[in-house]
């Protein structure tokens, strides 16, 4: 038995994260530095970590309620095969034309960019950062997201 209330909120959630990356990429929240100069951009760690949460929130709106965690790979592991290979192959094919990593290969590095990058300035944190391609992720992110909530908003409609 589907609980549509889950449904609808984990949704509305994911929704909200998504936007909240968006404006982070998009300089759409601008913010005074420490000259007070206005900025448009916000620094790309809350817009991954944003991102992440939102992929999060997708992926477990197409699980199940018991879905736990915050590690992207596993969840995304549990979505049917269908989906994983839908989502795989959108991303690749848009890889390809850019020689850049695959979808495996990024969902590896980001599995845990919500947990991880929210705390990034921690030391334990800091060993084995990839934050050398962050265009990369955000990249992955500006492809994955509108594919999981296209998929995810199907799946409640």
Not at 62 to 80: P, S, T, V
């Amino acid at each position: 038995m589907v609980n549509h209330d889950f449904q609808r909120n984990i949704l509305l959630q994911a929704d909200d994260f998504f936007e909240a990356y968006r404006r982070c990429t998009r300089g759409e929240n601008p913010r005074k530095d420490e000259y007070n100069r206005l900025c448009f951009s916000v620094v790309n760690v809350p817009a991954i970590v944003n991102a992440a949460f939102s992929c999060e929130l997708y992926l477990k709106s197409m699980i199940n309620e018991q879905a736990r965690g915050h590690a992207l790979k596993e969840l995304f592991e549990q979505l049917d095969l269908s989906k994983q290979e839908f989502i795989r192959e959108q991303i690749n094919n848009e890889f390809s034309k850019n020689k850049i990593f695959d979808f495996d290969v990024c969902l590896e590095h980001i599995s845990n960019a919500f947990a991880e990058w929210r705390y990034i300035y921690e030391a334990p944190h800091t060993e084995g950062f990839y934050g050398c391609y962050i265009n990369e992720f955000l990249m992955f992110f500006n492809l994955l997201l509108p594919l999981l909530k296209d998929l995810a908003h199907q799946k409640q409609g």
